[in-house]
Structures are given as C-alpha cells and as structure tokens.
C-alpha cells in the first residue's frame, strides 16, 4: 500500500503530515516513510540515528582523446547539449546528460565509453523497529530528480504501508512519485495560491486515476475557497491543522507533534486510518 503526501508547492506542510502519519501509524503498522522530494528532503531532520548510504549514480559519456577525430557525429546526435564537438576538442556538460547512451553507439572511432556520474545519494535508517526511512538526496547541480526518486522506490516493499513524501508540484519528479500510488493526500491552505496549487495536484491525481482527500493546513476558517473546490470535485477534507503558535515552534525545533501529543497522535492515527479506508485497506 502506497499513499502519497503531495502539495502543489513547497511549504505548504506537506513533510509535517507526512512525518505526523508516519510515526502515529508505526504504532500499529510496519511503515516506511520515502523522501521523494529530493531537491530538499526534510523528514530526516525529524528522526535521530546513522543512517546507511547508497551512491546513485548515470551513466554519463567518458571520451578518448586518443581515439576522437573531432567528427562532430556525438554533437550533432546529442539533443540536450550535453557534447560539443569543436575544432580542437569536445566540451562535455555532464550535468545536461539524460544518459541515453546514443553517443556511444554512433560514434564511429569507439572513442566514447560510459563512466557514472554521481546524481545522488539514498540514506537508509530505522528511527524506529516499526518504522523505516528511505530519503533521498539530489546532487548540486544535478538534474537526475527521476533517478533517485526510482532509487528510493527500489527499497519500497509492496506488502509494508508506504508513505512517500513527494516533491511539490505537478514536475515529472512529482508524477514519478505518484505514478504507482495507492492514494494521495493533497495537502492546502485555505487561500488562492493554496487553491491554485491544489488544482494542479489534483490534476496529475486524475491524469493516473488516484484516489483523493485534502488536509487544509493553516487553517483559519476565513476563506472557504478550497472548501468549495472540495465540495465541488468530491474530495474529501479529511483534516484541518490550524495555524498555532505552539504547533509552528515545536515543528521548528524538529519535534514531532503526534509524537508529544496524544490528542494529536489520535488525530493523525484516525487521519491514516480514514486513508486506508478510502483505499479500501486497512
Ligand atoms: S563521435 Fe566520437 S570521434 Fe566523433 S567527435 Fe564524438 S567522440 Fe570524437
Ligand atoms: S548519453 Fe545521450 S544525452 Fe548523454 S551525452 Fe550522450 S547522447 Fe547526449
């Protein structure tokens, strides 16, 4: 079982639900809790311990000097730019590479060979005996978000409930995400760009057929614009976080508030349980 903690945008509170579900339901499930959002993964900040590490890496285009005539054949093949051919030599950009391999194969000279480049790092570590977590780490400069989210999703059993924390947005880092999803909780605010966003992520959930509930985080009862998008689209508001000064500063010292609170322990355990209901799993 899968269930995807998604937000059209940074900041919305996304990584707090997704640590809140994941530590309330570890009290009666074996959860693993996945950090997609790999351009900044933030679940780690909330779980002590040393982590084990596994390097990702591409294949990237290595060129022998030796071996090149300057033939131009790999630049013109290359469509991302990421090979140059000029008159004394070929500029490489390994950080534009999409490790197609096609460079290789057309170069006449066998000049070219496949090295890795490293595109990230997967840390894996067990806060607790019933709960894991799988976070990934995009290099600086890289753009290979796809290749460590699959990365991630390598270390995911079927059998355990998942929690995956995806990347905000609807960007091919997002879909790769919730591609395989069981169900994704969208998490808002109750304001414009809170309702734009949900849109977008509302969207890419019914481009892949996923089941759908809402959390409305800062939630203040003034504007009721997502509440009438919810209404109108069927989706059901399963949780309202309001916004709290103590809530905001436990957070910000790296507590867990399911984890300090038993009323709130109760609120995201029914929050998960309401999730596996809708999935039609328990
Ligand atoms: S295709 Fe091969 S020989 Fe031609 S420029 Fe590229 S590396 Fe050099
Ligand atoms: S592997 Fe593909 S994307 Fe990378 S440099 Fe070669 S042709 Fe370009």
Redesign the pocket.
């Known amino acids: 079982m899968q269930i995807a903690i998604a937000s059209g945008k940074g900041g919305t509170g996304k990584t707090t639900v997704a640590v809140n579900l994941a530590l309330a339901l570890s009290t009666s499930h074996e959860v693993t809790l996945a950090d997609c959002d790999v351009e900044e993964p933030n679940c780690h900040l909330f779980f002590s311990g040393h982590p084990d590490e596994e390097i990702v890496t591409n294949?990237?285009?290595e060129i022998d000097t030796d071996a090149c005539t300057l033939c131009g054949t790999?630049g013109s093949?290359?469509?991302?730019g990421?090979?140059i051919v000029l008159t004394d030599r070929v500029l490489?950009y390994p950080q534009?590479?999409?490790?197609?391999?096609?460079?290789?194969i057309v170069c006449p000279t066998g000049a070219?060979s496949?090295r890795p480049e490293k595109a990230g790092v997967v840390h894996i570590s067990k806060p607790k005996p019933s709960l894991s977590l799988i976070s990934g780490t995009l290099e600086e400069g890289s753009i290979h978000t796809t290749t460590v989210i699959k990365a991630v999703r390598r270390h995911l059993l079927r059998e355990n409930l998942v929690l995956l924390d995806a990347p905000p947005g609807s960007s091919c880092a997002a879909m790769e995400t919730l591609k395989d999803c069981d169900f994704c909780l969208m998490v808002t605010e109750p304001t414009p760009f809170g309702l734009h966003d949900l849109t977008l992520i509302h969207e890419v959930t019914e481009i892949f057929n996923i089941p759908t509930a809402v959390v409305i985080n800062r939630s203040d009862e003034k504007n009721n614009d997502v509440d009438m998008y919810c209404t109108a689209h069927n989706l059901p508001v399963l949780m309202r976080i309001p916004f709290d000064r103590t809530i905001a500063l436990m957070q910000g010292s790296g507590e867990i508030i399911s984890g300090q609170d038993p009323v709130w322990r109760e609120r995201f355990v029914r929050l998960g349980l309401q999730c596996l209901a809708l999935t039609g799993a328990r």
């Open positions: 294949p990237v285009p790999c093949f290359c469509r991302y990421a090979l490489q534009l590479c999409h490790s197609c391999g096609g460079c290789e070219i496949m």
